[in-house]
């Protein structure tokens, strides 16, 4: 008999974002049937089912779950995280789900910002619960960069705080992790992915100017202040020299393929 973990669905929350749109023709191509938590209903097509669930509420969980062996927790956003989180592992738990993979971000015990906290918290759920999990962090991904870096090349001086660096890392390669673990057996907190190379602010936004054909704009060094500067000013937002692992994809490379022309 078929072993059930090769053909019972793979539910995957945040499946219509950034990641998820990566992450759903992997498991496809694996052979995997998806079930894909939506807010809203949305049509199915050839081997993915989508259901509208509230994570906020838990509304539509239990049903979303029915069959469930393996869930991949994507979804997040600027706030509720953790309650989400709280919703979707409790929920989980009841349908003695057997392997639970979600997605953090590196830095989150170490920064001391809200939405940093927050995504400790969902963490803290995700690792407490009662069924096997595993935890990947990533760095930011080259799409919320260019959204920042956009903005920013948009005003006539760039204000750029001092010591601010990141280490974009490429939502692909992040999604064939992910979908690497999703298919293996639980391995608690793995190693960090980031991207191959650490920029300045600063960096970041010259770069999408000179690939988006901008003119590139004055640049006006700031200090920010508090915890938080000195938490970014001392890196604890990149990944470990040691024990991480880093993407291929730079920033350029992602730069030439997305704007340049």
Partial sequence: MENTRTTAPILVTGGTGTLGTHVLPLLRAAGRTVRVLSRRVRPDTDGVEHVAVDLLTGEGLDAALVGVETVLHL????????????NLVAAAERAGVRHLVYISVIGTDAVPVAWFRTQREAERIVTGAEIPWTVLRAAQFHDLVLTVAEKMAKLPVVPVPGGVRLEPVDAREVAQRLVELALGEPAGRVADLAGPRVYG????????????????????GIRMPGKAGRAYRAGDNLAAAGGSERGRRTWEAFLAERVAG
Avoid: T
């Avoid at 979804?75 to 709280?86: I, P």
């Avoid at 054909?213 to 640049?219: F, L, S, T």
């Fill in 201 to 220: 602010l600063g960096e970041l936004v010259a770069g999408y100017a000179a690939a988006s054909g901008r003119k590139r704009r004055p640049q006006l």
């Fill in 75 to 86: 979804a997040g956003g600027v706030k509720d995280d953790d309650e989400a989180a709280r």
